[in-house]
């Protein structure tokens, strides 16, 4: 039954997306859309390198954003867009950045160290519960591929810092300090909803924190 909800959310999925392609396809077509604005800005309108190329990077990345994946129809879905594919490197995702933050826990200064702690143990729970329930990866698909590898790398940032800073610099410190905190409140709503299957709920707490990484 899974497998037939999964075939028909693909097809859904995919009468939905502006373009449904295969991954190399979708780079391939971006890669030269995004050469084509380079040449143009470079050659065309005399714009210096500095500014073209990320211009092109930027345009690269839009075109990709337009097109949706098209997994293989050899792959096996799970449920709606969410194939067995998807969930692996979901849940590797999230067991790495687990890992992250647990190393990073083991030097950290007191003041972040229980939080740290919090936010790895949270991150595997979240792994775990789409291992049995992936429909949840449709909802938390922004914060595994946009802001988790930015919140993990937030707080090694902090983690290293702190060993380097004087005392001068402490109150900075404190105030980093402190919205590193507000990421395990926000990473815990968004386990709640997944142990409560509120999808809700869970796309509003998921934008929340992207929004609270973003600052």
């Given at each position: 039954m899974m497998a037939a909800e999964g075939a028909r959310g693909r097809r859904e999925q995919e009468a939905k997306a502006i373009i449904a392609l295969p991954d190399p396809v979708r780079h391939a077509l971006s890669g030269v859309v995004a050469s084509a604005a380079f040449l143009a800005l470079f050659f065309g309108l005399a714009i210096e390198p500095a500014l073209s190329a990320p211009a092109a990077l930027i345009v690269y990345i839009a075109v990709f954003l337009m097109t949706t994946r098209r997994p293989p129809s050899t792959e096996r879905m799970l449920a709606d867009d969410v194939s067995e594919a998807d969930l692996r490197a979901a849940v590797a995702a999230l067991e790495a950045a687990s890992e992250r933050l647990a190393r990073a826990e083991e030097r950290a200064p007191r003041s972040v160290k229980e939080v740290l702690a919090e936010m790895s143990a949270r991150l595997r729970r979240i792994a775990e519960h789409h291992v049995t329930d992936p429909r949840d990866l449709r909802h938390t698909r922004r914060l595994i591929?946009?802001?988790?590898?930015?919140?993990?790398?937030?707080?090694?940032?902090?983690?290293?810092l702190a060993h380097r800073a004087g005392g001068a610099d402490r109150e900075r410190l404190n105030g980093i300090a402190e919205r590193i905190r507000t990421f395990s409140p926000a990473l815990a709503k968004i386990e709640q909803a997944c142990l409560d299957n509120d999808f809700m709920r869970l796309e509003v707490e998921t934008e929340v924190l992207s929004e609270q990484i973003g600052r």
């Open positions: 591929r946009h802001d988790l590898v930015r919140m993990v790398e937030t707080c090694e940032g902090f983690v290293d």
